[in-house]
């Protein structure tokens, strides 16, 4: 079971466009990750979020969080070719570290 | 400061042939997991360790054991490949205290034919 899905799966959008992709549960989580995941190599941290309708800005990417805790957004301004990549959310399951990842959202800025 | 490495980079082997992938962090962290990460199936949790000489099972462990002798190094073994395990494997860790931010090695793509 998916605890975490995330919507698209594929997007392919041309320079200086502007996207949004989501993350989305069924049930309420503390906190959440994006990470970016570029190809032959592992995914890195961008921002967490941890309160309910917190927004976090990472120079043309903004991150938010639901209120109700449940889903997250990425929304990317005027998007470049370095922003390819693919885009995973991310949420703390039991205890210690762990970590479950979503789907991931597959981004293709074309210049 | 190398952060998390792993070798190899790439691998092929024959169903039933056994490897052992090797996994290594210079940041002393306490928290280390294995993930296989598959098209359209994100990444999955295979194992992971809170510590020297505690290990636990994560979302999908079939066919793979890990052991954790030293904070630095956690080895995954496969016994027996399966051409389902066919994959990019990630190494991961992690400060068991406060934030949960995962620090990720290159990967290694494995063939199993």
């Known amino acids: 079971t998916q605890l975490l899905e995330q919507s698209p799966q594929f997007l392919s959008i041309q320079e200086g466009e502007n996207l949004t992709v989501y993350c989305n549960s069924s049930?309420?989580?503390?906190?959440l990750q994006w990470y970016r995941q570029e190809p032959g190599e592992g995914p890195v941290l961008l921002v967490t979020?941890?309160?309910?309708?917190e927004v976090k800005k990472l120079k043309r990417l903004t991150f938010q969080f639901g209120d109700a805790r449940k889903d997250s957004s990425l929304h990317i301004t005027a998007a470049q070719p370095g922003d390819t990549g693919l885009y995973l959310c991310?949420?703390?399951?039991?205890?210690?570290?762990?970590?479950?990842f979503g789907t991931g959202t597959k981004l293709q800025v074309i210049p | 400061n190398a952060g998390v490495t792993q070798t190899p980079k790439f691998q092929v082997l024959k169903t039933g042939q056994s490897m052992t992938l090797q996994c290594a962090q210079d940041?002393?962290?306490?928290?280390m997991s294995w993930y296989r990460q598959d098209p359209g199936m994100g990444l999955r949790l295979i194992h992971y360790?809170?510590?020297?000489?505690?290990?636990d099972q994560g979302e999908v462990p079939n066919g793979y054991n890990v052991s954790r002798s030293t904070t630095e190094d956690f080895p995954l073994r496969l016994l027996s490949a399966a051409p389902s395990q066919t994959s990019v494997y990630f190494c991961?860790?992690?400060?068991?205290?406060?934030?949960?931010?995962?620090?990720f090695g290159p990967g290694t793509r494995l063939t199993v034919t």
């Open positions: 049930s309420v989580f503390s906190s």
């Open positions: 991961a860790s992690s400060r068991l205290a406060g934030s949960y931010e995962q620090y």
């Open positions: 979020v941890v309160t309910g309708g």
């Open positions: 360790s809170v510590g020297a000489g505690i290990t």
């Open positions: 940041m002393n962290h306490e928290y």
């Open positions: 991310a949420r703390p399951i039991g205890g210690y570290q762990k970590v479950t």
